[in-house]
């Protein structure tokens, strides 16, 4: 696994309650989305090794400190049916998701297939890390939980594969939001992660 993690100075939530930042002008959309886009795309352009890019791109998340109004209003509230993922931007190289997840939701155990730098927006994101219990050959290895990981607003990733077998978590008590870029044109269909059977061995790409 090749990690780079940090945590921004000042988080997402502290700008996110401000007074004045409540009611962004209706043209306000996609806040700081243009800069992000620009600065994201300098670092694929400049470096192809996968962790290298990570590592760049999580630095742009941490110097332009996007806020959770890359969302509107409606899609900050999030789904009772489940996490939802809004694709804000798509090129060749690289793609820009938000993830807003309501308390108690979680995803499948998975990992990734390219590289991802992520920020936490909003709320606290919390991640399972899982490993194989060395029982078993082939599709009878068995994943067991092996780790956990508390990121608060504010918290900076980027990793490559091979990643950590991961499921993430909202195991806080408000809506949590997380900006996700990827290696990979998401406009093409591209899976970019694998999720995995409780069993242990992946089954679909997602
Ligand atoms: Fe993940």
Redesign the pocket.
């Given at each position: 696994m090749t990690t780079t993690s940090a945590t921004a100075s000042a988080t997402a939530s502290d700008t996110a309650s401000g007074t004045a930042c409540d009611s962004p002008a209706a043209d306000d959309t996609r806040r700081g989305l243009a800069e992000l886009i620009e600065q994201i795309r300098r670092c694929t352009a400049a470096e192809s090794d996968p962790a290298a890019t990570a590592r760049l791109v999580a630095g742009v998340l941490i110097a332009l400190r996007p806020t959770a109004y890359l969302l509107t209003a409606t899609e900050r509230e999030g789904s009772a049916d489940g996490y939802v993922r809004h694709t804000l931007h798509t090129e060749p190289t690289f793609s820009i998701s938000a993830v807003v997840w309501r308390p108690g939701q979680i995803?499948e155990i998975?990992d990734?297939l390219v590289w991802c730098s992520f920020l936490v927006l909003q709320g606290v994101e919390t991640e399972n890390i899982f490993g194989f219990d060395g029982v078993g050959v082939g599709d009878d290895r068995r994943l067991v939980q092996v780790g956990r990981r508390r990121r608060p607003a504010g918290s900076v990733s980027g990793v490559a594969p091979p990643d950590d077998i991961?499921q993430?978590h909202n195991t806080g008590d408000e809506t949590a939001i997380t900006l996700h870029v990827y290696g990979a044109d998401l406009s093409q269909g591209t899976s970019v992660?694998r999720i995995y059977r409780t069993e242990g061995m992946p089954c679909e790409g997602s």
């Open positions: 995803t998975h990734h991961h993430v992660r």
